[in-house]
């Protein structure tokens, strides 16, 4: 058996756990008992069973420099308890452990082997190429995997016989320069793809596996077997490009703002032909004074500020207002506010006020049009760009902060009873409702992070802007209300 380098435990252990209450003192036990394991990183995933007070139970018995526990306040994912883990290790290398019983850590002398010959940079312990005892269960599962991996080897190159493996070992200082975006289990082809982006020396070796059913606890089901080969496509080395520098959220901050949100927002600006369609939407519509609540990193306001005579840019980021000042530092017609209505909302007898996807970020979104019809001029104008169809409400509207999708009568009665006429009120992006529903509704995908993005911005928003330029849509992604302050209450 390999021995860690100069006798000393060498082994960083991540532990994704989520109501593992049966297994994980148990696998805990186990995995601390190797003499590889310098530390345990258990990152508890919301469970809500008493997962969290058995790791906490065990970290008092064994200490917090041997076992750490890391605490998420809700259910995120496979990928998102690994991305905490891999934060916090300290170790030359690190692993995967499961919390159940599947994988044996009295094996971790059999994928450090080539990590510990300096002959490899990750190491994947293979459930199928072995003559190691494995339980015999699903057939049509285990064929899946065997799809998802020659699917992923056609994708990144390699010759792997099992992607999917939990036993993943690598180099700390290379799993900790990868970033991690899937949440659940398309982390397995995501990182897969990534290392061979990075240059990484691949190894894999033959390990045991005692597999549980469903009735055990095993949580991956068909939808995330589906999410993988969108995952495989997202992230081939072929198609990436310089996509990952183009998309990355650092690009506009460094820590003030929300990846997801800060993502979003980089990927409005990329897709030029639908912020060119929202911006010929709404520019008919300003004139004057305007206030664009929400700015972001200025994609919209690049595209009205020519038919505006003074416009006020309100942002709440500290970093997105710093991106803002700079990309309009010769343009001393714009000013940049940082904050958010309130900051504001003192302004009076402005012609237009402007939120882009923002009055669903109010949680009193009846007050907040009472007080923009309060800074308006007579015959001043609202315009309003919100999602639409509180059915397609999604995991990532609530990560995002979304209090609420709009049908299209809801909004046009809470504009009316604050105050306005409805000049305008239509749906936008017939197809988007679609890809909606399907892609982040019911498969879980996190909207426009995926080739295809470019590919929908190119080919299908062009015609279908024509289309909805002749005719109003019955449905759409989002909706458009275009609402002047009445003068009959004035």
Known sequence: MPSSPAGATCLSVVVPCFNEETTVQTVLRRVLDSPFTAEVVA???????????????????????????????????????????????????????????????????????????NKADVVYGSRFHSNRPHRVLYYWHSTGNKLLTILSNMSTNLNLSDMETCYKAFRRELIQSIDIEEDRFGFEPEVTAKLVGAGARVYEVGISYDGRTYEDGKKIGWRDGVHALYCIARYSPLMRGD???????????PTSVDPDMASTLDRLDDASNYADWLGDLISPHVRGRVVEIGAGIGTLTERIRSEAQELTAVEPAPALCQELKSRFADQPE?????????????????????????????????EALQQIRSMLASGGRVILYVPAFQALYSEFDRRIGHHRRYRKRELGRRLRAAGYQIDELRHVNTIGFGLWWLGVK???QDPGSSPATTLYDRAVVPWQRAIEDRTQPPVGQSLLAVATRSVLDD
């Open 43 to 117: 990152v508890d995933d919301g469970s809500t069973d008493s997962t969290l007070g058995q790791l906490e139970e065990l970290q008092a018995e064994v200490g917090a420099d041997r076992l750490k526990v890391i605490c998420q306040d809700r259910n995120r994912g496979k990928g998102a308890a690994l991305r905490l883990g891999f934060r916090a290790v300290s170790a030359p290398y690190v692993i995967v452990q499961d919390a159940d019983l599947e994988y044996d850590p009295a094996e971790y002398d059999i994928v450090l082997g080539p990590l510990l010959a």
């Open 243 to 253: 996509r990952a520098d183009r998309h990355d959220p650092k690009r506009y901050l």
């Open 334 to 366: 714009i000013e940049v506010v940082q904050g958010d209505l309130a900051a504001v909302s003192d302004l009076r007898s402005c012609d237009t006020v402007i939120l882009v996807n923002v009055l669903e970020h109010i949680e009193d979104d009846r």
């Open 442 to 444: 019911t498969l879980g």
